[in-house]
């Protein structure tokens, strides 16, 4: 196991959990079963890093505003997947003093769907020890127009002043302001690319691509993570 230092964690990890479908072909089972098998990836994760004790949140991308043009039966087994996780886990997660967020747009999901969701957050509500943030229908450039139309309409109905528009202004019109600021952003299956995820957010983050596919990442993957983002030397654009 890669050795990390546990003084020096980053206070949020973001995943864009990627690779499920080739890990599927590479079994020779259907793209839900890579799904299924990517759902014990995000239990070990979620069990490693609470483990770590000082990350504070992990945000994990689950269902992308792109994701809608898979195949039916696709997203049908996602979403199908997501309520069976929430059924499953709600309570271990709960007992793990875990907090649950979701960030994306509830317009187009299912009215099921968004009743698994506020339980989760409702029942996990007061917990304090991390925060499980997880993205469903979710896109980077959705997030920032929707804060653009938020500031508008309070500009418009005379609550906030043009002159009060700033960095800090936009950010607390994200969808989830009171997570701590971004510091790894972690990508499997070697793909190097940001997919319409966590644009703004990813500003100063370190960004690391691992060779594995998502259902094969489990704790060691977690920690070489770690430790490449400890070996970098973030600098926030000063020297
Ligand atoms: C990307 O692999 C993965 C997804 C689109 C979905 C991720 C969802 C899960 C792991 C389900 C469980 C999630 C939670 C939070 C319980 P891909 O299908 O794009 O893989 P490919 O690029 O190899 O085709």
Redesign the pocket.
Known sequence: MPAVDRKHLPRHIAI??????????QHGVS?AA??????K???AVVEACRELGRVEALT?????TE?WR?SKL?VDA?FR??SK??NL?LENIHKEDIRVTFMGRRDGLSARVIRDLDRCVERTRTNRSMVLN?A?NYGARAEIADAAKAIAAEVKEGSLGLAQIDEHCFERHLYQPDLPELDLLIRT?G?VRLSNFMLWQVSYAEIVSLPV???DFRKPHLYEAIAEYQRRNRRFGGR
């Open positions: 864009i959990m990627d690779g499920n479908g080739r890990w599927a072909r793209r890579g799904h299924e098998a990517g759902a990836s995000v239990r994990l991308y689950a269902f992308s994701n898979r696709e996602l997947l997501l996780y929430i886990e997880v469903i299956s793909e596919f998502w259902p």
